[in-house]
């Protein structure tokens, strides 16, 4: 089964060069060719591996790269016309996983993509589908499906999901649930949880008055409910 590429390349011709090479190993191609659209579309889409060019225009591609990896560990491919050590250096220091210097060989790149996935494959647990009912948290795509349909959240949002679908019918307070999304904990944020869940439920839930999965225990925190229709009380 192939992975699911962004290619963000403004070379309109190269692009579609890459595409070509890509497609015949399997993998489905998404094309961009701006640094703002690449940003969009790599949060809308969190793809597999990202082979992105330095030199865009909009947002230039080691913003993307610094900005993504704030918010994901999707592997990055970067594709530079800078040859010098600096330049690379600093490509790699801000996130990325490889780097090719132009002109390179589309077969390189294909090579360099099948190396990632790979090393990216053997990282991924097992088992990374998370199943609750009709509720699916992929924790290594980082996906999140009701009846099969692809819900868009946030990456606080997964986290906080993802917690509680590890284990369900376990209690989270607020306070672990901020640990788990923002790597802190403060009283004075308990109230970003709750927004957190209310949103979460307006994606996920038939019904965001009487939910199935994420449930209220009240005075404590939150809790996946260990069979979805169960619902809370609120």
Not at 68 to 89: K, V, Y
Not at 102 to 126: F, G, N, T
Not at 130 to 152: N, S
């Amino acid at each position: 089964m192939g992975a699911r590429i962004l290619v963000a390349e403004d070379d309109v011709k190269q692009a579609e060069l890459v595409r070509r090479y890509l497609e015949r190993e399997g993998h489905a191609v998404v094309i961009t060719h701006d640094g703002r659209t690449a940003l969009d579309e790599a949060r809308r889409r969190r793809p597999d591996l990202l082979v992105l060019d330095i030199m865009m225009p909009r947002v230039d591609g080691l913003d993307v790269c610094r900005i993504l990896r704030q918010e994901s560990d999707t592997p990055i491919i970067m594709l530079t016309a800078r040859s010098t050590e600096d330049d690379l250096l600093l490509g790699l220091d801000l996130g990325a996983d490889d780097y090719l210097t132009k002109p390179y060989s589309p077969r390189e790149l294909v090579a360099r993509v099948r190396s990632i996935l790979r090393r990216a494959d053997r990282h991924r647990a097992p088992d990374s589908r998370l199943r609750i009912g009709e509720l699916v948290v992929d924790t290594g795509r980082h996906q999140v499906f009701v009846d099969d349909r692809e819900i868009d959240v946030t990456p606080a949002e997964f986290k906080i999901l993802a917690c509680l679908a590890a284990e369900p019918g376990r209690v989270f307070p607020r306070q672990k649930l901020l640990e788990e999304a923002f790597g802190f904990d403060h009283y004075a944020l308990d109230r970003t949880v709750d927004v957190h869940v209310m949103n979460l439920r307006r994606k996920i839930e038939a019904d965001p008055a009487a939910p199935a999965f994420l449930l209220t225990v009240y005075g404590v925190g939150y809790k996946m409910a260990d069979r979805p229709g169960v619902r809370d009380a609120s």
